[in-house]
């Protein structure tokens, strides 16, 4: 408040002036309002005069027109007119000095309160002001320290996103990684597999090449062609057989030419009986079908 | 290297045998095997039940005919791993084991009044059944005769085709030197066996034909010192001047219908084809031309005839329909074809090929106009199909001497008849016996 008054001296002038006047008035058993109205400093006043133009020249006109009802009326109403304007007058002159007063004491109260809510719009600026200014550095404090915290939360966040992104990257590479393996173990194991079964492919391919090779190589060593087969045209001849390569059934099929080229296919087949059995039992063919094509 | 083989034609192979799932049967394919004969084992007739043993053997007759076919390979006796004679003894697996496809058993019983049962079973060994069995009664002069049947008989089972074998030849043969110089018309077996003298004289024989009922032969005599056809009936041995026309009276041959004979004869000119009725001798001329016409033959359906001209300047073959046109020439390849023989399929002919100073048989196919060459000597002649058209007989020299000699067509086995005494020429083969009544 001292520090405040210094940087307002005349604050002080007027806060003492202030109290000298309320203990003065105290007596008059004034308001403090209109206290400090009355002490006001009276300001320059202004007085109406109330001015009547009467033309002479008329009036004189009219007054020797009317002779003497006029002049006794006049005479009388001059006397009530006099009598009038002085009580008239003397009102006024109460009235106005009235009204001065109360012109210059409202003027006074006007001042004092246009003094007093100038002080207190100041005080109340000030104070305003100082509120602005404690409510602003509170605010910006506050403000400080809400970003502060703010900042500081989101740097926490920031390094839990981070750090709960790293973790999840790293899951996901290490799950990635596993995945890949376990792929890359998967795909050995299929190769594996595959390898394995075109490996049992390929033997049963040979095996069964192997197999047919043998019945053909064993037909073709029994296949007596007779001499006079001409053109040795192609035959077709169905052949039965068990298991144990017992030829059960041989039928001849298309097969032109000579009755004994006819018998020579089917004796072929008939001297190659028991046919040979192949490696694997998985082979065996019930039903074959041997074609006699033979070469030029 | 295998492995290489087998995996790189592995997909080819496996295409090739169909090996695809797809198909419910695989395919397997022979392109290699072995010409050859079918092996088959005759073995010798029972004659146990006999009081004396023939001297007719039976299988090596069989066996012999069998080999000249050149369709069968008979296996030698030394291994037959048995001695069956009826089809209840036959252990299949051995004869199996022994090569032998087909068995030949067979037995001879006696019969009252001199006479035999011939029975014989043909088997299958693979299939290990019968596919023949038959039972003959005969006299002992027709054992030969019916050891032929038998062969006749197997030649048709495995072929379809009636065997030729039961069937007779004619020839020429020329006995004697200088003075004692003779000329036989002989008849024989086909194996040669059983020779018969039809004619003999000491003036040449020529040109035997055979009448399509095996009855008779036709034949050029020169008993009068010129060629003169002749019609000989051989059983009764009667015998008829059918040409003795001026000039050349040659090569008769028989209509198939029996009823005609083509000949050749100059009495107009130059030799040229005639053909006459034989009732009624009436002669009608076929072919009118300056060249030599000769050797005609009548083509199976009787409509035409087939003979040797050099109207083109060497001989070739020509046909000549009977209702008339001009000879459509028929062999182009080489200098010289003649002597012309149709096979009963009408379809191939046997044809005496010279060329370069050697004369062979070959087989002309009418259809392709293919010739084959079936012979490899210097001077054949007078070819002659058998009546299944299988088998040529013609006839060819060795050391200054005619032999005859056939050849197989199914297996171009030449075959050697045996020994016929002098220099034997000009064969003709025979028509099938009339058939069996059984």
Known sequence: MIAFLRQHPKALGYSLLLHVLILGLAAFSFDSRDAQQLVRKPGPQTQTIQTEIIDEKALEKSARKQAEVEQRKAEAEKKRKAEAARKKAEAEKKRKAEEARKKAEAEKKRKAEAARKKAEAEKKRKAEEARKKAEAEKKRKAEAARKKAEAEKKRKAEEARKKAEAEKKRKAEEAARRKAEEEQRRKEAELQARLAAEERQRELDLMRNAYYAKIRDKISRNWRQPPNAGDKPECEVRVEQDPGGFVLNVTIGRCPGTREYRLSVEQAVRKSDPLPKPDDPELFERDILIKFKPRD | ?????????????????????????????????????????????????????????????????????????????????????????????????????????????????????????????????????????????????????????????????????????????????????????????????????????????????????????????????????????????????????????????????????????????????????????????????????????????????????????????????????????????????????????????????????????????????????????????????????????????????????????????????SDQAGDVREPAWGPYKPLRTQ
């Open chain 2, 1 to 417: 290297m295998k492995r290489i083989l087998f995996t790189t034609l592995l997909p080819l192979l496996l295409a090739l045998l169909g090996a695809t799932p797809a198909r419910a049967v695989i395919t397997i394919e022979i392109t290699e095997g072995v010409e050859g004969a079918i092996p088959v084992a005759v073995v010798g007739f029972d004659m146990t039940q006999l009081p004396v043993p023939l001297k007719t053997d039976l299988a090596s007759i069989i066996t012999s005919d069998l080999n000249r076919s050149g369709l069968f390979k008979v296996l030698p006796e030394s291994e037959y791993p048995q001695r069956p004679s009826q089809s209840r003894q036959v252990q299949y697996p051995l004869w199996k084991a022994s090569g032998a496809e087909f068995l030949v058993i067979g037995r001879v019983l006696p019969r009252e009044g001199g006479s035999y049962d011939v029975q014989f079973q043909f088997l299958d060994v693979l299939k290990r059944k019968q596919l023949l069995g038959y039972r003959f009664p005969v006299r002992a002069r027709s054992l030969r005769a019916t050891a032929h049947e038998i062969s006749d008989l197997i030649y048709e089972k495995i072929t379809g085709t009636r065997g030729a074998f039961n069937t007779r030849i004619a020839y020429i043969s020329v006995v004697g030197k200088g003075k004692n110089k003779k000329y036989v018309l002989q008849v024989a077996d086909t194996d040669g066996y059983n020779p018969q003298t039809i004619l003999e004289s000491d003036e040449p024989l020529m040109s035997p034909a055979w009448s399509p009922d095996g009855a008779s032969l036709a034949y050029v005599s020169f008993e009068n010192r010129r060629p003169e056809v002749f019609i000989q009936h051989l059983a009764s041995a009667r015998r008829s001047k059918m040409a003795g026309f001026k000039g050349l009276n040659n090569a008769p041959a028989w209509s198939p219908d029996g009823k005609k004979l083509a000949l050749v004869l100059s009495k107009d000119g130059s030799p040229d084809i005639y053909v006459m009725d034989i009732a009624t001798r009436k002669l009608r001329r076929i072919t009118r031309h300056r060249a030599i016409d000769t050797e005609p033959v009548f083509t199976p359906d009787g409509k035409a005839l087939i003979f040797t001209s050099d109207r083109s300047g060497s001989p070739q073959l020509y046909r000549i329909a009977l209702s008339g046109g001009r000879p459509e020439r028929l062999t182009f390849e080489g200098p010289y074809n003649a002597a012309p023989d149709v096979a009963s399929d009408g379809k191939r002919l046997a044809l005496l090929y010279g060329e370069q100073g050697r004369y062979r048989i070959a087989e002309l196919d009418l259809e392709d106009s293919n010739l084959t060459v079936l012979t490899e000597n210097r001077l054949d002649e007078s070819p002659s199909f058998a009546p299944n058209g299988r088998m040529v007989l013609y006839a060819t020299t060795r050391g200054n001497k005619g032999v005859l000699y056939m050849v197989s067509l199914d297996g171009r086995v030449q075959h050697k008849l």
